[in-house]
T-cell receptor, first 113, second 113 residues
Framework: GQQLNQSPQSMFIQEGEDVSMNCTSS?????WLWYKQDPGEGPVLLIA?????ELTSNGRLTAQFGITRKDSFLNISASIPSDVGIYFC?????????????FGKGTKLSVKP | NAGVTQTPKFRVLKTGQSMTLLCAQD?????MYWYRQDPGMGLRLIHY???????AKGEVPDGYNVSRLKKQNFLLGLESAAPSQTSVYFC????????????FGSGTRLTVV
């Protein structure tokens, strides 16, 4: 099936540092979503993107819908300990209005105080 | 509103035993999904439903059955549990197929010994 390549797989950073992660695909997507999963919980939607080039912020988080529509990026500024968790990208294929979301394998973020 | 509720939260089964995981949503969502999450594998779709009385296979359906007799409930059954089914199971629901994003439950951690 279709795959999203999410990188990096894991990150160990110092509190206060900025974080960047991305998802890429060989296919064109018409929707990109970013989720965060806290330890022991289900994923929670952070940001939704619907247009190529769109840049959307949610507090210290900023996500972008790539111009080619084949990628998306998530940045976290000035990380804090509660940013720890697994971040998933998800997308809906272009022309796939009847299709399910496709999920990346996740980026595990660890923050050292 | 509770959102998406999964029961039980934890379960240990012996190989060959059967069980049913229950997912209930109170958001009047049409679409419901069952995922399994394994380390390094991300979220893999087991089965999904596009409305009451409907079910469809996802990426990894073997060994599982589902039923959607009522709109608010989506049941996942394991007829004869195997150690390979040890995983964390997440239920999700959505108003539309993908564009608005899914609401996830908090998961069921299943161990098959």
């Amino acid at each position: 099936g279709q795959q999203l390549n999410q990188s990096p797989q894991s990150m160990f950073i110092q509190e206060g540092e900025d974080v960047s992660m991305n998802c890429t695909s060989s296919s064109i997507f018409n929707t990109w979503l970013w989720y965060k999963q806290d330890p022991g919980e289900g994923p929670v939607l952070l940001i939704a993107l619907y247009k190529a080039g769109e840049l959307t912020s949610n507090g210290r988080l900023t996500a972008q819908f790539g111009i080619t529509r084949k990628d998306s990026f998530l940045n976290i500024s000035a990380s804090i300990p509660s940013d720890v968790g697994i971040y998933f990208c998800a997308g809906q294929l272009n022309g796939g209005s009847q299709g399910n979301l496709i999920f990346g394998k996740g980026t595990k973020l660890s923050v050292k105080p | 509103n509770a959102g998406v509720t999964q029961t039980p939260k934890f379960r240990v089964l012996k190989t060959g035993q059967s069980m049913t995981l229950l997912c209930a949503q109170d958001m009047n969502h049409e679409y419901m999904y069952w995922y399994r999450q394994d380390p390094g594998m991300g979220l893999r779709l087991i089965h999904y439903s596009v409305g009451e009385g409907t079910t469809a296979k996802g990426e990894v359906p073997d060994g599982y059955n589902v039923s959607r007799l009522k709109k608010q409930n989506f049941l996942l059954g394991l007829e004869s549990a195997a150690p390979s089914q040890t995983s964390v199971y997440f239920c999700a629901s959505s108003y539309s197929r993908g564009s608005i994003g899914y609401t996830f439950g908090s998961g069921t951690r299943l161990t098959v010994v």
